[in-house]
């Protein structure tokens, strides 16, 4: 067993207990973390604020950072990616591109302008509208993506001027902290500070005085106690919460050729993404073939620990993620579904679960109203598209969806009665790009991520008036910057 003595940037974790990480593959104990406490997190956000005064300063210096924290994390990706299949379950071909990911959204950031919001510039008068670092923000990422859901935090509020404590999930907390080790000698100390510990040390971030900003991702439960304790003091909050993503397949819509896009849709990580197709709605003329077709890849489907050579779907990531996933096949089953592929889990260790189509689960069901998070796809008929449309808005979340046609009039005017952050048409996802906004309608969330507008999440605005002379003073104090 490794036990992880990792540090917090400019402070260290001595004096911090420890607690287990367990290989979802085997169920078993494999490494321990750091738990930190009061005292560590302290430490982390008293460095994070000292470091704040001088980090803010230099748009150039944040910039070459970024870049060079790219650079090292493509150096060490094959560490980190072994770490992440281990801690989180993930095949290890996925786990490369997750790094990959992360490197481009710090490369994305490193390269992105904040341009000058210019109001008036004339004889009588200059404005311009700037944006500021907020100041130390404290971030939580979730175990499902948890490197590059951690850069879609960590590179846009360091663009932006400030500096970072962030808190990897207790289920996967090891490659997080070893990109904080990674990353140490990059920024300077105090900038990036990694955290790790169980409960309650999220609940301790978010209602600790120094951060004026939270960054979380997760279930919109945990969002709404963290928008809570936030809101005592007045802090920021960016949230990117669950989703219950419907798929719509229109009648003219081939199921032999959607079919692989549609299941790999859903089963990506095994399922296990805010932005998954949760539900299916087809056309009840297409609905036999495309649950044949979709039924036929999961039973293809190579189910396994993610380091062995050609499996696509490894473990789910956690005890209390296979228990719910458990819970809500078996609940659609008891109310009448039939799973047409899959249905129970995987009888061998660790937490494997076969890759799962249902059909004949009706609105009303847990599986097809709560989000699964999990290799479970309950496929659902329809016969009007207006009901259909209905249907998949009848819900509190509103992240992600997907229209399938050969008809782009169709697929428009679907898209746009949909009640969500981003729709794709013909495939699912394809929008989540490091340019292009990302975050959720109703419950899903509150702000977006990604693109100059994620950036912005992360900033304060200010107002400069003057006479015309202060247009000369403010840019050549932007260019000294």
């Known amino acids: ?163 970072v404590v962030l808190k990897p999930s207790p289920f996967t907390p090891l490659a997080t902290l070893a990109m904080g080790e990674m990353l140490r000698d990059i920024f300077p100390p105090g900038v990036l500070n990694v955290v790790s510990g169980q409960d309650p040390l999220g609940a301790w971030m978010t209602a600790h005085p120094t951060p004026r900003k939270i960054s979380f991702t997760g279930s919109i439960a945990t969002g709404a106690k963290v928008a809570a304790a936030a809101a005592t003091d007045l802090k920021r909050v960016t949230l990117e919460l669950g989703g219950n993503d419907p798929a719509i397949v229109l009648e003219d819509a081939d199921p032999g050729r959607v079919a692989d896009d549609i299941f790999t849709g859903a089963f990506m990580n095994n399922g296990q993404l805010c932005m998954a197709i949760k539900r299916v709605y087809v056309h009840e003329r297409r609905h036999a073939e495309l649950v044949e077709a979709l039924a036929a890849r999961a039973h293809a489907a190579r189910v396994g620990s993610g380091f062995d050579e050609g499996v696509q779907l490894g473990p789910i990531s956690n005890r209390p993620q296979f228990d719910r996933v458990s819970e809500l096949v078996a609940d659609a089953i008891d109310h009448g579904a039939v799973a047409a592929a899959g249905g129970q889990p995987l009888d061998r260790p660790g937490y494997f679960f076969a890759p799962t189509i249902l059909t004949g689960a009706a609105d009303g069901t847990r599986i097809v109203d709560e989000e699964q998070f999990g290799p479970a796809l309950p496929v659902i008929a329809y016969r009007d598209l207006d009901e259909a449309v209905d249907r998949a808005n009848d819900t509190p979340y509103g992240l992600t969806a997907s229209v399938w046609t050969d008809d782009a009039t169709r697929a428009a005017d679907v898209a746009s009665r949909l009640e969500c952050g981003q729709v794709t048409v013909n495939a699912h996802g394809n929008g989540l790009r490091p340019d292009l906004p990302f975050g959720g309608h109703k419950h899903s969330g509150i702000g977006v991520t990604n693109g100059p507008w994620g950036l912005h999440r992360f900033t304060e605005l200010q107002v400069l008036t003057g006479p015309a002379r202060v247009a000369g003073t403010s840019q050549n104090a932007r260019q000294a910057d």
Request: net charge negative; aromatic share 8%; hydrophobic share 45%.
């Open 1 to 163: 067993m490794t036990e992880f003595t990792m540090t917090i940037n400019a402070t260290s974790t001595a004096g911090a207990g420890t607690f287990d990480v367990i290989d979802p593959a085997t169920g078993e104990v494999f490494a321990q973390a750091p738990d930190c406490g009061t005292e560590q997190l302290d430490a982390a956000m008293d460095a994070a604020a000292h470091a704040y005064r001088r980090w803010k300063l230099d748009d150039k210096a944040r910039r070459r950072a970024l870049r060079d924290a790219a650079d090292v994390l493509d150096s060490g990706t094959e560490r980190l990616a072994r770490l992440l299949t281990a801690e989180q379950g993930m095949p290890l071909s996925n786990a490369r591109t997750e790094i990959g990911w992360a490197t481009m959204w710090l490369r994305y950031y490193a390269d992105l302008e904040i341009p000058r919001e210019i109001v008036q510039d004339d004889q009588t008068g200059f404005a311009e509208v700037i944006r500021r670092p907020v100041g130390v923000v404290a971030a939580i990422v979730p175990w499902n993506l948890p490197i590059i859901l951690a850069i879609w935090k960590i590179a846009p509020a360091l663009l932006a001027g400030n500096t």
